[in-house]
């Protein structure tokens, strides 16, 4: 049996662990051998457990990646569960393979994952030996299949003394869209899939048809920036099903969940006695919470940045002025703008432009600025990009 009073850390990743109902479901459970702290590591689980009304049980102010989640616990609790839900069994056990394989030690404490429990396929994988009768445990209960301890298989290659990196994108399905950081950057041919960067710089995509622009964005246009693939968060396919009801959040329900503070601000920015704060989230669609904390209004930049964050911003009451080109992706399935949004749709390739524009003319280079009104924004963002505009749509 499991030893009681313990002090137990969730990790919850990803919408589809919420979305069945099984993320409250084990919570409670595990309430049962002690007290529990649980956080949500995923910008889209984060709407999930809004959601649900689930945002005072699972903390969401928290940006980690899932394995910081796991060592930050570490450090505190007594024992760590993680819960998920993949595309497929396979898919879970990758995707933890990769956690675990960025901790520091898998065996500072036990450490147990849930994978897919709604399913017939799921079962409970003890990630070291203090693990395993815990995970027993919560096998029997859930009534789901018990695994035996893994080996960690790592994804990531390195040669010529660090300067040549592959790193294989496991649990890709042809035809879905590879994403680097939030940004799609090719689109899967098969199922074996990996990217190669040489001094920083992604060179080839093998098993996939390469979007060029996507690495444009990734690597910062003209500045050339080089990024570290070893820590890259890399996804492939649909963001999240649609076993959901969308809620619009007040604050008044929960008024805590984000920071107040726009992060990132640059320090340059001061607020003035009235007026809105106004957000720009620039291809960082995946950091939409941290990036809007404490706006009235946010700045898109991209089609799929556009609906991805209008989508999330809408269950915080913040309306968004979109910047699009018609370049999208289209790994959005259901999408939702708050009252008062505008998109503006420019011509082919000038979003990028214009986005960069706005973030240096009217927000000093910031990812934050105070303006007297939305209207007054809405009006020097057209004036800007009167030139290029195609159309505007206000929701």
Known sequence: MMVSNMDIGIVVHGPDIVDSGMALRIIKLLEGFGTVSSVMAGTIGKTAVLDAHLEDLIDIRMSLRPSACIEEFFLTKDAVVLLNHGKTIDNGRIFANIVVSNLRDRNLKPLIHVERPSSGDGEVIPWNGPSVSFAAELARILGIALSKVPEIVTPISIEDQGHRIIRRVLGVHPGENVLINGIVVAYALSTDVSIVTEDGFITEINGA???????????????????????????????????????????????????????????????????????????????????????????????????????????????????????????????????????????????????????????????????????????????????????????
């Open 209 to 395: 048809t390469v979007k060029e622009h996507g690495l444009e964005k990734l690597h910062n246009y003209e500045e050339r920036t080089p990024v570290d693939i070893t820590k890259c968060w890399i996804k492939s396919g649909p963001l999240r099903g649609n076993n959901f009801s969308v809620r619009l959040y007040s604050k008044k329900d929960s008024p805590d969940i984000l920071p107040e503070k726009i992060s990132g601000s640059g320090g340059g920015v001061t607020a003035p006695s009235s007026g809105v704060r106004a957000a720009i989230i620039d291809h960082e669609a995946e950091r939409s919470f941290e990036l809007a904390a404490g706006a009235q209004v946010a700045v898109t930049i991209g089609d799929d940045t556009t609906e991805i964050a209008g989508d999330i911003l809408y269950r915080l009451g913040i309306p968004i002025i979109g910047i699009t080109d018609g370049d999208i992706d289209g790994f959005v399935h259901r999408k939702h703008m708050f009252p008062g949004s505008l998109v503006i749709r420019l011509q082919p390739g000038y979003d990028d432009i214009v986005g960069r524009k706005i973030k240096t003319d009217m927000f000093g280079g910031n990812n934050s600025e105070y303006f007297s009104s939305i209207t007054e924004l809405q009006n020097k963002i057209t004036l800007l990009a009167k030139n290029c505009v195609k159309f505007t749509r206000n929701y």
